[in-house]
């Protein structure tokens, strides 16, 4: 494999890694946002 290729490889693990991490912390705010989303709508 290629250098580029892999470092293109290594950041989207990072990237992945760090989106799972805010989602596993924000999971509970991203719960009320979309349940106020949703309250909107339907109103």
């Known amino acids: ?7 293109d490889l290594i950041w989207f693990f990072v990237a992945i890694s760090v989106f799972s991490t805010v989602i596993f912390f924000a999971r509970d705010s991203i719960a009320d946002l979309i349940a106020a989303i949703t309250k909107g709508v339907r109103l």
Do not use: L, T
């Open 1 to 7: 494999m290629d250098k580029e290729r892999m470092i």
